[in-house]
């Protein structure tokens, strides 16, 4: 299985080895040395799943778990801990701050990637469920099209109104009122489904709708959308 990691250590040695044991196994890795390095990147890319240490400097792996958890576009993310402090305690701490699996050093390699195996399995699982039916949702679109229609054209004579969206958001929200799932979405603009989760996300949040259905309605009313 194939998908894309962000493994967080300040070892530059043993990051180097985990990184090239889990290229060589299918993975595209992302190594940083740093949790503050970490929160940095997801601003911008996320990752299927987190690798990290928990002593690290300045943030460690606790309050770095806590930040991912915190925020709703990040939440999702399965996190494996690899680290030295192996103790009942610190597995329990570890579980108790919510991450996914926990790996004492030394660890064996292949035991890690069949966890990052099992962990992305299911989370594509849980994102398959959740993912509305495809054919009723186009029947939706198709319905509210109709509907705007007879309330009189206001599809077409509503003035759009002005929203801060990026060119991105842009592109992913004439995807979603074409009724693509986030999966047509990330192939067609060619990046991750994680990704596309994101900017509808943040589409949700600055539409003040809560549902693909909603957000196609509301684009469809203010002529945000052809």
Request: proline share 4%; glycine share 4%.
């Amino acid at each position: 299985m194939s998908g894309h990691l962000l493994l967080v250590d300040d070892e530059p040695g043993l990051r180097e080895a985990v990184q090239a044991y889990l290229e060589d196994s299918g993975f595209t890795v992302t190594a940083v040395s740093s949790a503050q390095a970490a929160l940095d990147y997801l601003q911008s890319e996320i990752p299927d799943l987190v690798i990290s240490d928990i002593m690290m400097p300045q943030v460690d792996g606790y309050e770095f778990l806590e930040s991912l958890r915190s925020e709703s576009h990040l939440s999702h993310i399965p996190v494996i801990f690899l680290t030295a402090r192996g103790m009942k305690r610190d597995r329990i701490q570890g579980y108790d701050a919510g991450c996914d699996a926990y790996l004492s050093k030394p660890f064996d390699p292949d035991e890690l990637v069949a966890i990052v195996n099992n962990l992305i399995r299911r989370q594509a699982a849980a994102r398959d469920e959740a993912e509305p039916n495809l054919a009723s949702l186009a029947q939706q679109i198709a319905e509210l099209r109709t509907m705007l229609v007879k309330q009189g054209g206001k599809s077409t004579t509503v003035q759009p109104i002005k929203l801060d969206l990026t060119p991105r958001e842009e592109s992913v929200l004439q995807l979603v009122v074409q009724g693509l799932m986030n999966k047509e979405i990330a192939s067609q603009l060619n990046t991750s489904v994680r990704n596309i989760e994101k900017y509808v996300s943040r589409l949700f949040v600055k539409t003040g709708t809560s549902s693909r259905t909603e957000l196609v309605r509301f684009a469809l009313e203010n002529n945000l959308a052809s």
